[in-house]
Nanobody, 122 residues
Framework: QVQLVESGGGLVQAGGSLRLSCAAS????????MGWFRQAPGKERELVAV????????YYTDSVKGRFTISRDNAKTTVYLLMNSLKPEDTAVYYC???????????????WGQGTQVTVSS
């Protein structure tokens, strides 16, 4: 079992920045691929970014490339999502998730946090 707890969400103006954190406990964190997903009202949950267990491989959805950075600290069992140049369309609940395999497919993620709200005002 893996427990995930997100933090760092909030209200920010367009062009601003936020850093989300996801603290993990339970199963060996360093063996897990970690992902950030988001879900806006009335929309499906979508993948934002993924990082492999070593941090050596990352993936970003096109809409956040160049603005968001995913990173992890295995010693602290924490994964981060630094979000710069935020846009109103980034408004969503952001979820941290864990998978035993490196994947960009939502259904490969077995463990999920409770989510943190990010609201970007124009």
């Amino acid at each position: 079992q893996v427990q995930l707890v997100e933090s760092g969400g909030g209200l920010v103006q367009a062009g601003g920045s936020l850093r989300l954190s996801c603290a993990a406990s339970g199963r060996a964190f360093r063996r897990l691929t970690m992902g950030w997903f988001r879900q806006a009202p009335g929309k499906e949950r979508e993948l934002v970014a993924v990082i492999s267990w070593s941090g050596g491989n990352t993936y970003y959805t096109d809409s956040v490339k160049g603005r968001f950075t995913i990173s992890r600290d295995n010693a602290k069992t924490t994964v981060y999502l630094l979000m710069n140049s935020l846009k109103p369309e980034d408004t969503a609940v952001y979820y941290c998730a864990a998978s035993g395999t490196y994947s960009i497919v939502r259904y490969d993620y077995d463990y999920w946090g409770q989510g943190t709200q990010v609201t970007v005002s124009s």
